[in-house]
Nanobody
Framework: QLQLVESGGGLVQPGGSLRLSCAAS????????IAWFRQAPGKEREGVSCISASGGTTYYADSVKGRFTISRDNAKNTVHLQMNSLKPEDTAVYYC????????????????????WGQGTQVTVSS
């Protein structure tokens, strides 16, 4: 059973930066693709970014392209989301997710493709 734990959220002023981390449990036989999603109050969940198992392929939502960067350190079973030039509309709970074992290489920005979810970390962008 893959377990995911997010960290790094907090309060930041507009234009500031935050780095989110997603730590995966080591009890896995395969490296999984990992995606980040976010959900703001009263809004639908939105796919933010995804990184392939090798780290060689990445995807970004148009709303974060050029501002967010996803990366992974497979030796530490960790995926990072570097968020720069943050805007108030980036305020949300951010979740990392992994696909089911039968499709562990799947990388997409659709939440229904993913089986394993972390508990979420709050990001608030406000002056």
């Amino acid at each position: 059973q893959l377990q995911l734990v997010e960290s790094g959220g907090g309060l930041v002023q507009p234009g500031g930066s935050l780095r989110l981390s997603c730590a995966a449990s080591v009890f896995t036989e395969n490296l999984y693709a990992i995606a980040w999603f976010r959900q703001a109050p009263g809004k639908e969940r939105e796919g933010v970014s995804c990184i392939s198992a090798s780290g060689g392929t990445t995807y970004y939502a148009d709303s974060v392209k050029g501002r967010f960067t996803i990366s992974r350190d497979n030796a530490k079973n960790t995926v990072h989301l570097q968020m720069n030039s943050l805007k108030p509309e980036d305020t949300a709970v951010y979740y990392c997710a992994a696909p089911p074992p039968s499709r562990f290489k799947l990388c997409a920005l659709r939440g229904d493709y993913f089986t394993f979810w972390g508990q979420g970390t709050q990001v608030t962008v406000s002056s």
